[in-house]
Nanobody
Framework: VQLVESGGGLVQPGGSLRLSCAASGFTFSSYVMSWYRQAPGKEREFVARIFSAGGNTIYADSVKGRFTISRDNSKSTVYLQMNSLKFEDTAVYYC?????WGQGTQVTVSS
């Protein structure tokens, strides 16, 4: 299993970023995909999840209404569209499938 995140970067408060996670080594369409994040000095926390059947989603309260998780099964890729970014969204963002994690991508919200 391989998970490769991309799309992180530096953005001003109120800005947007779209993260991608390209997956391989398993039947992508059959599995739940999740995003987590870890801010400096804090524990890793759940951000969003998308289920395989029907594409149902759940979100952490802190990102609800601002972030959108989606998936493209034809590309074995899961996305995280992040809008109205806040300082407190600064973290390394990780993709998770099964018990596997990607290497993470840094998101920094700063003016």
């Amino acid at each position: 299993v391989q998970l490769v995140e991309s799309g992180g970067g530096l953005v001003q408060p109120g800005g947007s970023l779209r993260l991608s996670c390209a997956a391989s080594g398993f039947t992508f369409s059959s599995y739940v995909m999740s995003w987590y994040r870890q801010a400096p000095g804090k524990e890793r926390e759940f951000v969003a999840r998308i289920f395989s059947a029907g594409g149902n989603t759940i979100y952490a309260d802190s990102v609800k209404g601002r972030f959108t998780i989606s998936r493209d099964n034809s590309k074995s890729t899961v996305y995280l569209q992040m809008n109205s970014l806040k300082f407190e969204d600064t973290a390394v963002y990780y993709c998770k499938a099964l018990s596997y994690w990607g290497q993470g991508t840094q998101v920094t919200v700063s003016s």
